[in-house]
């Protein structure tokens, strides 16, 4: 039985035998050689069909059911991107598989791609079936596995931008596979369609704030990432650890199967700040390598180890990445020796203090802090920065300023002011911070 995928169609089955649409005339053998078999799925602006392939057997084709300009834009970039990404983790998209078919009687093409076929479960179908969370062992060998894709689809500069649970595809082989990268975007491209007020995509409590903000980075990937792990080994809606009140995510408790080290490495994937988490994929195998190797604890001291903010790393050391400004996303460089058998000797190092925007005039005026400045923080002036940066930033203002404090105890009230402003990610905001704390 072949199915015809004009939209107008009454009766869209036909025999096999037949080369067009007894019902209204469409062709049958699309583009020569794609009989399509069965409706796999359907939502929005487009439809998914299992086709046999008379050159190598099954495949999917995706054809978008309207012509609106933006969904056009979309769904031909999801195809150019496919085409680029080889990997097997990733559908495989033959250069030439974009193509328009024209049904009979119909005003409009229909734009159509065909795309290798995934068989097997997304992983928010396989834990509903499986009935329980995983355990650490199968989550850390799955969590390689997709750092291993990301490796991939980040070093093109390409952003997927909506991973969660249901676009992860377990193959009955046990190998993941990232799909649906309808939304992925180049880095240039979320810049400049930032900029011009382009299309944002966000699935609830798996999108970082930069990325709801039109800002999405390599590091939001990861976020969606830590967040979709936390689904797996908790077997709960994300929804049932969050707090509103305090904006708090909390959900170690319920993973009662997972070891304080591998919690900790969630947790860094899923940092309030972008520039908080990892630098790149390679960063986190190191961590993974460490935590499966050393058999000791990663602790989230270590983790979050205090790092010079103007000092530049050491050839020997992981890169630290400052907090991306939306007019130059940076994706970050390989690290060396990440993949190799050995735990890296190098902890991450994240800062403490993440850069963000700065005012010119101010990073002009205020020189950054040395160890011999003279300190001269009062207690009320101290109290007053902490509940100005809580409006920006959240409760994590508590941490970051007694962090800052820490990290440069003779710290001046100018140039604290200064340090605390990076962490705000606006920089309309910055100036208000800094304005209201000068008043």
Not at 21 to 49: D, H, M, N, P, W
Not at 277 to 288: D, G, I, K, M, T
């Amino acid at each position: 039985m072949s199915l015809c995928i004009n939209p107008s169609c009454a009766n869209p089955q036909s025999s096999d035998e037949h080369l067009f649409c007894a019902s209204c005339g469409s062709e049958l053998l699309i583009e020569g050689r794609y009989r399509v078999l069965s409706l796999r799925g359907q939502g929005g602006f487009g439809k998914t069909y299992e086709v046999s392939d008379l050159d190598s057997g099954p495949k999917i084709l995706k054809i978008l059911t309207d012509n609106y300009p933006k969904h056009v834009e979309l769904f031909q970039r999801e195809a150019n991107l496919l085409s680029q990404l080889n990997h097997p983790g990733i559908p495989k998209v033959e250069p030439n598989s974009y193509f328009t078919f024209y049904p009979r009687n119909w005003k409009e093409p229909l734009h159509c791609f065909v795309m290798e076929k995934i068989v097997g479960l997304d992983l928010q179908d396989y834990l509903r079936q499986r009935g329980h969370p995983i355990e650490e062992k199968l989550a850390v060998q799955w969590l390689k596995q997709v750092l291993k894709i990301l490796q991939v689809v980040h070093h093109q500069h390409v952003l997927h931008r909506d991973i969660k649970p249901s676009n992860i595809m377990l193959k009955a082989n046990g190998n993941l596979c990232l799909v649906d990268f309808g939304t992925a975007r180049s880095v240039t491209n979320v810049t400049h369609n930032t900029q011009q007020g382009g299309t944002r995509v966000v699935s609830s409590f798996y999108t970082p704030r930069e990325q709801i903000h039109g800002q999405a980075v390599p590091q939001s990937d990861f976020f969606a990432l830590g967040r979709t792990f936390v689904y797996l080994v908790t077997g709960k809606e994300l929804s049932q650890f969050y707090d509103g009140g305090t904006d708090e995510f909390n959900w170690r408790s319920t993973a009662i199967n997972i070891s304080p080290k591998f919690a900790n490495l969630l947790d860094w994937l899923m940092a309030p700040i972008a520039s908080q988490r990892p630098v790149n994929a390679e960063a986190v195998l190191q961590q993974v390598a460490i935590l499966e190797t050393s058999g000791q604890p990663i602790s989230n001291s270590v983790l979050n180890a205090p790092q010079p903010l103007e000092s530049a790393p050491s050839p020997t050391s992981t890169p630290v990445v400052n907090s991306p400004s939306p007019a130059k996303p940076e994706m970050g460089q390989p690290v060396s020796g990440a993949a190799h058998s050995e735990p890296p000797q190098i902890p991450i190092a994240m800062p403490s203090v993440p850069s963000a925007a700065t005012s010119s005039a101010d990073s002009a005026t205020t020189p950054i802090p040395t160890q011999s400045s003279t300190s001269s923080i009062r207690p009320e002036f101290a109290q007053r920065c902490r509940q100005i940066l809580a409006e920006f930033i959240g409760p994590i203002s508590a941490i970051i300023y007694q962090r800052t404090i820490t990290q440069y105890p003779n710290v001046t009230e100018a140039e604290l002011v200064q340090l605390l402003s990076r962490q705000i990610p606006k920089p309309e905001q910055v100036m208000e911070f800094q304005q209201r704390l000068r008043s």
